[in-house]
């Protein structure tokens, strides 16, 4: 079946220190990892996407299909990343339906 | 209009009524998707346009659910006889054509919905 595990709902970091936001999935054909943000007061809003290979905000995740994760990193994080974060799925026979997880709500400390 | 409008943003009815629930989609985008998102939850897939046609509508949960896009812009999601566990916010995005293939897609601020 495909599920998609964020196993932290909430993590708590202060400014200036490294963030890694855990993305578990299972899938048994090739997937599409994406990290969707949403901030407060703000709609859900793509953050990046595993394919493109980017670092958006400082941040980078790199889909790791022996260990099945895709992690969202950040060296030092900013007050402003404070936020919803989820990591979504899509299998490659599927143009358009995303398995969400459950969300991690990160807050960063001053 | 620039992004995904959904009205009303906050709906409260009686258990048993009829809810409208309206999606107005980003210009242009021919792919429209509805989710529903419980309290510490993620979306969870309710149904897919691509453009006026029903391309999936098999997370809608049960015949009380029932959503509509007759001109291919404009979405309603319709639920009858509400139940308390219908209680939940509900989701609209947009993808264009291009965008679709991308898996970026555009949300609205949602419609939360309360069932006393």
């Known amino acids: 079946a495909q599920r998609v595990t964020q196993p932290e709902k909430l993590l708590s970091v202060f400014k200036g220190a490294p963030v890694e936001l855990k993305c578990n999935y299972s899938?048994?054909?090739?997937?599409?990892l994406f990290w969707y943000v949403q901030y407060s007061r703000q709609r859900l809003q793509l953050l990046l996407r595993h394919i493109s290979r980017e670092s958006i905000k400082g941040f980078t995740a790199d889909l790791n299909k022996g260990e099945t994760s895709f992690h969202l990193k950040k060296p030092f994080a900013q007050e402003e990343d404070s936020a919803m974060y989820y990591c979504?799925?899509?299998?490659?026979?599927?143009?358009?339906?995303?398995?969400w997880g459950a969300g991690t709500k990160l807050i960063i400390k001053p | 209009g620039a992004g995904v409008s959904q009205t009303p943003s906050n709906k409260v009815t009686e258990k048993g009524k009829y809810v409208e629930l309206r999606c107005d989609p980003i210009s242009g985008h021919t792919a429209l998707y509805w989710y529903r998102q419980s309290l510490g939850q993620g979306p969870e897939f309710l149904i897919y346009f691509q453009g006026t046609g029903a391309a999936d509508d098999s997370g809608l949960p049960n015949d009380r659910f029932f959503a509509v896009r007759p001109e291919g812009s404009v979405s309603t999601l319709k639920i009858q006889r509400t139940e308390r566990g219908d209680s939940a916010m509900y989701l609209c995005a947009s993808s264009s054509l291009t965008r679709k293939n991308t898996g970026e897609l555009f949300f609205g601020e949602g419609s939360r919905l309360t069932v006393l």
């Open positions: 899938y048994s054909g090739s997937p599409e």
């Open positions: 979504a799925l899509r299998g490659m026979d599927s143009n358009y339906q995303l398995i």
